[in-house]
């Protein structure tokens, strides 16, 4: 399928105009970042994993219910999704302290929280993805506050699913990000989840190990970020054919 106009370019994936109105490319690079892309590095074969594994976990959410931007995978490095317009949040789940929470209030990382914390930062690299309250956020009008019961809606589907997905093959699921987009159907608007769901947005680690399977990798220097996610990937059943080396083989 032919990409249109390159529309947009983030640190992890490239946008472009899709085939049909209402549609877009998504497009998955090599490109590691951390630190708000102080830290930056080519990943062989990055792209294709996270293809494969947001396609895995957004068909899931459909097959429960919970609307996302997905339509399907095109080849190994991109995917047909829903243009929408995105709320200016990250929306960050918690099961587990970890991270700048661990940072922030000196928990033990590691240590399970009494319930999912609900977290939002405002969308700005300038500015560092600064944490937002719930009342700016409809103060400045980011989203209404039916948007917000919304939002915490899908996220506790989304982590409901995604933590009983990765208990099943021995990963916990310590915490994640998503966004969300708005989209119309005819004169109603709804919220669907956008964005992609990989190890880049999440931190995994094995039950049993304790060892790390997500983008902590890169950013602690722990190992090798493709194997890393490579076994996410095995766990799930979900390896491109050939395995991460198959991206060698798609068209940039």
């Known amino acids: 399928m032919a990409r249109g106009k390159k529309i947009y370019e983030g640190k992890a994936k490239t946008l472009y105009e899709g085939p049909e109105p209402g ?66 949040l990250e929306v960050i789940v918690r099961n587990f302290a970890a991270g700048s929470m661990s940072k922030r209030l000196g928990i033990e990382e590691g240590t399970r929280l009494p319930r999912p914390i609900i977290e939002f930062s405002y969308k700005d690299d300038d500015l560092g993805d600064p944490l937002v309250p719930e009342e700016y956020i409809i103060a400045f009008g980011w989203a209404s506050q039916q948007d917000m019961d919304d939002i915490v809606a899908l996220a506790l589907r989304v982590n409901d699913f995604m933590a009983g997905v990765m208990y099943g093959v021995g990963i916990k699921l310590i915490d994640f990000k998503i966004e969300i987009g708005r989209v119309w159907e005819g004169d109603f608007m709804r919220l669907i989840v956008a964005d992609e769901i990989s190890p880049d947005s999440c931190r995994l680690w094995d039950i049993e190990s304790g060892q790390k399977l997500d983008k902590d990798v890169f950013r602690r220097d722990l190992g090798n970020l493709t194997d890393a996610y490579t076994e996410v990937a095995r766990r799930l059943g979900v390896l491109p054919t050939n395995g991460p080396a198959a991206a060698n083989s798609v068209i940039n």
């Open 23 to 88: 549609t877009l490319i998504q497009y998955f690079k090599d490109d590691a970042t951390a630190f708000n892309a102080e830290k930056k590095a080519v990943v062989d074969g990055k792209g294709v994993l996270n293809n494969r594994l947001s396609e895995f976990f957004m068909e899931g959410l459909n097959s429960i219910g919970v609307p996302n931007h997905f339509i399907k995978r095109l080849n190994m490095r991109e995917q047909l999704i829903r243009q929408c317009e995105i709320v200016p």
